[in-house]
């Protein structure tokens, strides 16, 4: 009998963070700086945005299974607020799924891979500003967090 693939071993919850955790690794190795979870203008949210020392902005939207890609078919809004988007997939994912105009990183939770490179469409130089400002404070604010419990509190 042949062993079940990781996704049905693990659950979608589990999978999404190991396949997150390996891609930030990929990122920081390839001298990128990465934000978990940051909100967009239009009130989409960027599982991933990645930044590159010359400001140039990637999304990594984080796919867990089959289903995950199934529900979730919004990606083409992702392209408006950044210069590169990425799909980051578990190891057992059909691939060929995956829109050939974006780039693909195949992950688990000790690093992953970039499979292709996506398409660059480079952001206005105002929206670019705006976003790594936005990028900047919620960075500033998750650390102020850590630093200081009552944070919240103060606001």
């Keep these: 009998m042949e062993a079940p693939s990781v996704a049905a071993r693990s659950t979608r919850p589990e999978t999404t963070l190991a396949v997150c955790r390996g891609t930030c690794r990929l990122l920081r190795q390839a001298g990128l700086s990465v934000l978990l979870e940051l909100s967009l203008p239009d009130g989409r949210r960027a599982d991933i945005m990645a930044i590159s020392a010359s400001g140039?902005?990637?999304i990594v939207e984080v796919k867990s299974s089959i289903e995950d890609w199934r529900v979730d078919q919004k990606w083409p809004d992702y392209l408006a607020w950044c210069d590169r988007l990425f799909f980051a997939v578990?190891?057992?994912f059909p691939q060929e799924l995956i829109a050939p105009e974006v780039g693909l990183i195949v992950?688990?939770?000790y690093g992953g891979e970039m499979l292709r490179q996506p398409q660059r469409?480079?952001?206005a130089a105002a929206r670019r500003k705006a976003l790594l400002i936005d990028c900047a404070r919620l960075a500033s604010e998750r650390l102020a967090r850590?630093?200081?419990p009552d944070f919240t509190n103060l606001i």
């Design 146 to 148: 850590n630093d200081d």
């Design 90 to 92: 578990p190891v057992d």
């Design 56 to 58: 140039e902005l990637t």
């Design 107 to 109: 992950a688990d939770a």
């Design 121 to 123: 469409h480079p952001l």
